[in-house]
C-alpha cells in the first residue's frame, strides 16, 4: 500500500522482527523473541495484565488479582493466594492451613499462636487462651436432715470422707458445699436453715479432715432445688441433702 516504508526488498518493515509489519504493529518496541497477537503486541495468555514474556504464573485463573510479575496476589504474605484464602488477614509470621488460617494443632478453637497450652486433648473444654476449663464434678452427699435440725450424725462421717480425700488428692481443688431443704415452712426460715447444714458440714470437713477452711465455700440454696416430690414424707426427706460442688482439672 501507498505510504507503508519497505526493506531493500520492497516488504513492509518489521523493525522489531516480531512478524508483524511496521504499519500494523500496535507494538512496535518488542524485544526480540517475545511472542505476540496479530496487533504485534506481547502475548497474556492468561489474561492477567502481565505479558507471557514477564509472566512468572502464566495460567492464573480469570479474574484473579495478580501482582507485578502475573502471580496470584498474597496479601498477607502466609503462602496461601488470596484467592484461596479463608484467612486473608493474617498476622506476618503466624503458620497457616492450606486455607490460609492459622494452624490450630490440637483442634480446641484456638489457634496455635494464641493458644497457651497447645497439646489439649481432643474434645476438651478451653478458655480464650486453649488451656482447658476446669471441671465440675459433683458429689452428692447422702446426709440426711431431721426435719428442722442442722447437726451431722456420727454415721455419716465416712459419706464426708469421700468430699475430703478428693480434695488431698487434688491439693489445687477448691470445693463449694450447698445446702438444701424441704418446703417444710418459709422460704426464709428454710434459707438460713440450709446455710446452716452446708456451715456444719463445710467445717466437720475442717475439723475432721484438717482440709484448709479457704478452699472450702458453704452455700444455702433452702428451697430452691428440689431433686424429690414434696409432697410425699420420702420426697421431703430426699431434699434435705447437702451437695459438694468441685472444681478441678487433671492438671493446676
Given at each position: 500500500p ?7 526488498d520492497g516488504?513492509?518493515?518489521d ?5 508483524v509489519t ?14 505476540v497477537?496479530?496487533d504485534?503486541c506481547?502475548?497474556?495468555?492468561d ?17 484473579v488479582k495478580?501482582?507485578?510479575?502475573g502471580?496470584?496476589?498474597?496479601s498477607?504474605?502466609d503462602?496461601v ?6 484467612c ?9 492451613d492450606a486455607d490460609?488460617?492459622?494452624l490450630?494443632s490440637?483442634?480446641d478453637g484456638?489457634?496455635d499462636d494464641?493458644?497457651?497450652c ?8 478451653v478458655d480464650a ?17 431431721e ?6 450424725r456420727?454415721?455419716?462421717s ?9 480434695m ?5 481443688t ?5 445446702g ?9 426460715y ?7 447444714r ?12 484438717g ?16 431433686i424429690a ?6 420426697g421431703?426427706?430426699k431434699n434435705?441433702r447437702?451437695?459438694a ?5 487433671t492438671?493446676p
Amino acid at each position: 500500500p501507498r505510504g507503508v516504508k519497505v526493506d531493500a526488498d520492497g516488504c513492509p518493515l518489521d523493525s522489531d522482527g516480531d512478524g508483524v509489519t511496521d504499519d500494523k504493529d500496535k507494538c512496535p518496541n518488542t524485544p526480540r523473541g517475545v511472542k505476540v497477537d496479530a496487533d504485534g503486541c506481547p502475548l497474556d495468555s492468561d489474561g492477567d495484565g502481565v505479558t507471557d514474556d514477564k509472566d512468572k504464573c502464566p495460567d492464573t485463573p480469570r479474574g484473579v488479582k495478580v501482582d507485578a510479575d502475573g502471580c496470584p496476589l498474597d496479601s498477607d504474605g502466609d503462602g496461601v493466594p488470596d484467592d484461596k484464602d479463608k484467612c486473608p488477614d493474617t498476622p506476618r509470621g503466624v503458620k497457616v492451613d492450606a486455607d490460609g488460617c492459622p494452624l490450630d494443632s490440637d483442634g480446641d478453637g484456638v489457634p496455635d499462636d494464641k493458644d497457651k497450652c497447645p497439646n489439649t486433648p481432643g474434645n476438651t473444654a478451653v478458655d480464650a487462651e486453649g488451656c482447658p476449663l476446669p471441671e465440675k464434678v459433683s458429689i452428692t452427699l447422702n446426709i440426711e436432715f431431721e426435719t428442722d435440725k442442722y447437726n451431722i450424725r456420727p454415721t455419716y462421717s465416712d459419706e464426708i470422707k469421700q468430699v475430703a480425700d478428693f480434695m488431698n488428692k487434688y491439693p489445687w481443688t477448691t470445693v463449694t458445699i450447698e445446702g438444701h431443704t424441704d418446703n417444710t415452712g418459709s422460704a426464709a426460715y428454710n434459707k438460713t436453715l440450709s446455710e446452716n447444714r452446708a456451715n456444719s458440714v463445710r467445717q466437720f470437713i475442717v475439723d475432721t479432715f484438717g482440709i484448709d477452711g479457704s478452699r472450702i465455700k458453704s452455700i444455702g440454696y433452702g428451697l430452691q432445688k428440689p431433686i424429690a416430690d414434696n409432697s410425699t414424707a420420702s420426697g421431703r426427706q430426699k431434699n434435705r441433702r447437702v451437695e459438694a460442688v468441685i472444681e478441678t482439672m487433671t492438671k493446676p
